[in-house]
């Protein structure tokens, strides 16, 4: 491994200044339990055996890299590739640290998978690792999601999980994170709780990363036989950051190598509007570890929005932050706009219907590819769109000029 990801985070999880583990006091020994035993088993030859066949025999590892040859020239000046996690398993990247996480959960020993959802790709990710390693599973999801999520609900009912409504306060993503926790309590001893990106406390920022860097390893050496020389960018969308943190690990020793993680701007600049944290952030903490937040007056995570839910929180991944600090990362944004017209391009000009998440990373190439002639970037398209298309089109119609 490389010599950042070794000595990034800290042992006891910390990026910089950003990261560590707040908990209540019950739930301080399990978080140890899991860091003790992920620790552990990241080194056994039997875990990295079975993740690898399970990557490649379940999933569909590795996915590739496509060059993206239409849009290149629509844009003119750099060459645009993808790293095609759409062609994952279930459809994104999220299914990497869930498939990892069941199998931690099955080496302790435990019984049941738990987490929140907002739009319910996690919860369907995490019920998938559940079905797949006979484990029971609780997902516990806002009434308001519930409501808007239909045929993700019905997907995790399908694969077996139990789906918990919230319907207290906004019922939404933030509740749900409540709710869940708050039942995972009683049960921390037979269940393991697995959160959705890289955040949380300490160990699942560098837990999930590990667990996505499969991404990087893979598209640095496919992106490589292609081209004989690595991009010169590289971007991801960034919600929470797990599929650019997967990205970026695969590069972050490569110091010529321009790492870019897009923020979504929404529909404008105001606060309530957009959820571009690092953007217009201030340093925070929110669900147990200090990061950089969107607050609002009172000093609370403040309302968010985008056309991608999947990138809606008031929060970002601790090792964001700390990139961000340090300036090995830029972070950028892209608005609602800009990710809708990248939507349409893609599925148009290359016959791939991108994720609205994944739109975001696909719209700052076609920004930055004009000025940069010559050169080459490389995007992770973190998710196919399946779940957006009837959104898009009841909304939008078949084309963003429409
Ligand atoms: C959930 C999701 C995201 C956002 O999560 P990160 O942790 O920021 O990667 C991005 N793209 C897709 C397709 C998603 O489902």
Redesign the pocket.
Known sequence: MSSYLKETPTRDGFFGDYGGAQLPPVLEPHFKAIAEAYDKISKSADYIRDLRYIRKHFQGRPTPVSHLKNLSEICGGAQIYAKR??LNHT????LNHCMAEGLLAKHMGKTKLMAETG?G??GVALATAAAYFGLECEIHMGEIDIAKEAPNVTRMKLLGAEVVPVGFGGRSLKEAVDSAFESYVPQADTALFAI????GPHPFPKM?RDF?HIVGIEAREQFLEMTGDLPDMVA???????????MFAGFIDDADVALYGVEPMGTSSKLGEHAATITFGEDGDIHGFRTMLLKDEAGEPAPVHTV?S??D?PGV?PEHAHLYRTGRANYTAANDKEALDAFYKLSRHEGIIP?L??AHAVAFAMREAASNPGKSILINL???GDKDIDYVTETYGFSVDS
């Open positions: 996690e759409d459809g994104a990247h999220k739009a790709q996690h959705g990106s890289v955040v999930v996505q991801a969308c960034v919600g929470g950051g797990s599929n650019a943190m997967g991608a999947g990138l929180y991944g994720a998440e994944s973190s998710g196919r």
